[in-house]
């Protein structure tokens, strides 16, 4: 499979723990967003990188949230002190240079699903 | 700053037509993404509009008007496996916006 993958698939936490999620992108994707969903909502952008740079963060990126992309390949997205707010879907995409601008498409991963308790 | 507005939900029945509508404030415009979202898995690619006009693809075909912020996606011919959520997504600068989704059910 060369999609986007996303590890783990399904987290259980208790409130207060750290989480960690990992995504791979498409192997020739130099472009890697996360974003976040809950139920019945659209995703919301959290950041993004553009090799091992990241270019953007939103400021629902709060202090106890970090992204890294160290050598621009596999991202990782660390959640402290999870509270039960965090309990959502956490997409990761991957996307070629200049992309949306340019009509490239951004794909998903089947995403992280994080429950805090 | 972005505004996406999108319907919660339609329903329709097996082999109509379904309109979703999306209209959008969005600074630095500069197209706009249509995504399918089955309950629990990922976004799917289905279309994109840069300039204004009718974009068909098969079943599916994606409208957009720029200087009215109004697109929308029409879903010809509907079957069973339609019933998903319809993403509608402004680009700008360098990432997507999605608006809240547009759950679609259809009956038999």
């Known amino acids: 499979d060369t999609g986007v993958s996303q590890d783990p698939r399904h987290k259980i936490t208790k409130r207060g723990q750290n989480v960690t999620f990992r995504c791979d992108p498409i192997?020739?994707?130099?472009?890697l967003y996360w974003y976040r969903q809950t139920l019945g909502q659209g995703p919301e952008f959290l950041t993004y990188f553009q090799n091992e740079a990241q270019l953007e963060k939103s400021r629902l990126l709060s202090d106890r949230f970090s992204a890294e992309r160290p050598k621009g390949s596999f991202s990782t997205l660390e959640i402290q002190r999870t509270e039960q707010g965090d309990s959502a879907m956490y997409l990761c995409?991957?996307?070629?240079?200049?992309?949306?601008?340019?009509?490239?498409?951004?794909?998903f991963g089947e995403g992280s699903w994080l429950t805090v308790v | 700053g972005q505004n996406i507005d999108q319907p919660t939900e339609m329903t329709a029945t097996e082999g109509a037509i379904v309109q979703i509508n999306c209209t959008y404030q969005t600074s630095g415009f500069n197209g706009l993404f249509w995504y399918q979202q089955h309950a629990g898995e990922a976004p799917t690619f289905l279309s994109y509009?840069?300039?204004?006009g009718l974009e068909e693809k098969g079943r599916f075909s994606s409208f957009l008007s720029r200087s009215k912020g109004y697109s929308y996606l029409l879903l010809k011919e509907l079957q069973m496996k339609d019933s998903a959520s319809y993403l509608c997504a402004p680009a700008a600068g360098n990432k997507l916006t999605f608006g809240g989704g547009t759950r679609v059910l259809v009956k038999p």
């Open positions: 995409a991957s996307s070629l240079p200049k992309t949306p601008e340019s009509g490239n498409t951004i794909y």
């Open positions: 509009n840069v300039l204004d």
């Open positions: 192997s020739e994707h130099n472009r």
